[in-house]
C-alpha cells in the first residue's frame, strides 16, 4: 500500500520513518487560521482533514492518506507557530513553569473513507529565566513548532513531565496511527 504524507513537517517524516514507512511527501496549501467561536477539537478536525483533502485532490485515492496537525493549550487558549522572535519568547515565557497540553489531530483518508482521531499529552515545563529563553532562541530553529518549542531538540532541558505520548509532542502520535490503522484493516507493510 502507498502510504501519502500531506504534511510539510520533517519530523513527521521522520517518524514514520522510524517506524519502517516510506510516504510519500505532499506539501498541502491550506488556510489555517482559527474561525471565530470555533472549538479546539472542530479546528484540529477541520485543519487536518483540510490537509488531506488538499493532497486527495492530486489522486491519491487508492493511497493510505496520512495528515496531521499540532498545536498547544494553556489557559484554554491556542499557541500556534511563532511569527517571530519576539512572539517566540512571549510563547516560553507564558510556558514557563507551567502545565500545558500538545493536540494533534490525525486524519488517515482511504478510497473514501475518512478516519480522525485527536491525541493529548500533557506538558510540565520548568521555570525558565529570560537568558535561559534567550540562549534557547539564539540556537534553536523554532519558527515553524507550535508553542515554538522541539521536545526533541534543546527544548528537552526545559521539559519536568510528560504525561502521555512523548511523540504526540514530536508532532505525530506513533501509537495513535496505528490504533487508527488497525481499527480500519490497512496494512501500510504490505
Do not use: W
Amino acid at each position: 500500500m502507498k502510504v501519502v504524507l500531506a504534511s510539510a513537517s520533517p519530523r513527521r517524516l521522520e517518524l514514520l520513518r522510524l517506524i519502517g514507512l516510506a510516504p510519500e511527501v505532499v506539501r498541502p496549501d491550506i488556510e489555517e487560521a482559527a474561525r471565530p467561536a470555533e472549538g479546539i477539537d472542530e479546528y484540529l478536525k477541520r485543519v487536518t482533514i483540510a490537509k488531506g483533502i488538499a493532497a486527495y485532490r492530486k489522486k491519491f485515492f487508492h493511497s493510505l492518506l496520512v495528515c496531521a496537525d499540532t498545536m498547544v493549550l494553556i489557559d484554554g487558549s491556542l499557541i500556534g507557530k511563532p511569527i517571530d522572535r519576539a512572539d517566540a519568547f512571549a510563547m516560553l515565557s507564558r510556558l514557563s513553569g507551567r502545565r500545558h497540553e500538545v493536540l494533534t489531530g490525525v486524519a488517515l483518508m482511504h478510497e473514501g473513507v475518512t478516519s480522525f482521531a485527536i491525541s493529548r499529552t500533557h506538558v510540565q515545563f520548568k521555570e525558565l529565566d529570560a537568558g535561559e529563553i534567550g540562549h534557547y532562541l539564539d540556537h534553536e530553529d523554532f519558527m515553524d513548532k507550535a508553542g515554538a518549542y522541539a521536545i526533541q531538540g534543546r527544548a528537552a532541558i526545559f521539559v519536568e513531565r510528560v504525561e502521555g505520548c512523548f511523540f504526540n509532542v514530536m508532532g505525530f502520535p506513533l501509537n495513535l496511527f496505528y490504533r487508527m490503522l488497525g481499527e480500519r484493516g490497512l496494512n501500510p507493510y504490505e
